[in-house]
């Protein structure tokens, strides 16, 4: 099993910036794909950014311009690095990380605990 630990969570004001990082259990070079979900009050779990093995990323649209997703496969480490941080930011941000066989198929996600973000005006 994959286990994932995300820091870097806490509180900043509207305007700033703050850098999550997801530490994996195992080389994430293994991993088909990692990304960053979140989960406000009264919502679903969104995903907010993705990097494949192929190193393309892929961004919601209310992030893009705003926050940068990264690797480091030395570390086995994700991190999300964001920027002009907006109250509707504030949520539980949760690492996840994606395994996925062809043959026989099948698709295995694991996920962190979650950090939180709070955005302040």
């Known amino acids: 099993q994959v286990q994932l630990v995300e820091s870097g969570g806490g509180l900043v004001q509207a305007g700033g910036s703050l850098r999550l990082s997801c530490a994996a259990s195992?080389?994430?070079?293994?991993?088909?794909?990692m990304g960053w979900y979140r989960q406000a009050p009264g919502k679903q779990r969104e995903l907010v950014a993705s990097?494949?093995?192929?190193?393309?990323?892929n961004y919601a649209d209310s992030v893009k311009d705003r926050f940068t997703i990264s690797r480091d496969n030395a570390k086995n480490t994700v991190y999300l690095q964001m920027n002009s941080l907006k109250p509707e930011d504030t949520a539980v941000y949760y690492c996840?990380?994606?395994?996925?066989?062809?043959?026989?198929?099948?698709?295995?996600?694991?996920w962190g605990k979650g950090t939180l973000v709070t955005v302040s005006s």
């Open positions: 996840n990380a994606r395994v996925r066989n062809s043959q026989p198929v099948y698709v295995i996600d694991y």
């Open positions: 195992v080389s994430i070079f293994r991993l088909n794909a």
């Open positions: 990097i494949t093995s192929g190193d393309s990323t």
